[in-house]
């Protein structure tokens, strides 16, 4: 099982960018999705998830601004970011819960790398 992510670069501020992440492998189900970040000098934070039913839960300082969403079908989140600050600045790592024939585990991508700046 592996999971890819994508779409990571510079914006502007007040810019947007869609993150995506894609999961493969022998996948029997996908739960929990998320994204978390970590800004040079900081610790990671949880930025986003999103369960199998589409419930969603925010971190405070993205609500309003970013949407998680998850195409079940095609085995990928993403991550819509608009309105971006310079404070966005990190490296966002996608995430999953998943069942395949080895058992249940957390599997994180590769990491994405987000610059917003002038």
């Known amino acids: 099982v592996q999971l890819q992510a994508s779409g990571g670069g510079l914006v502007h501020p007040g810019g947007s960018l869609r993150l995506s992440c894609a999961a493969s492998?022998?996948?029997?189900?996908?739960?929990?999705m998320g994204w978390h970040r970590q800004a040079p000098g900081k610790q990671r934070e949880l930025v986003a998830t999103?369960?199998?039913?589409?419930?969603?839960d925010y971190a405070d300082s993205v609500k309003g601004r970013f949407t998680i969403s998850r195409d079940n079908a095609k085995k990928t989140e993403y991550l819509q970011m608009n309105n971006l600050k310079p404070e966005d600045t990190a490296v966002y790592y996608c995430?999953?819960?998943?069942?395949?024939?080895?058992?249940?585990?957390?599997?994180w991508g590769q990491g994405t790398l987000v610059t917003v700046s002038s």
């Open positions: 492998g022998s996948i029997a189900s996908i739960n929990v």
């Open positions: 995430y999953a819960s998943i069942t395949s024939e080895e058992g249940s585990s957390i599997y």
């Open positions: 999103i369960t199998s039913g589409g419930i969603t």
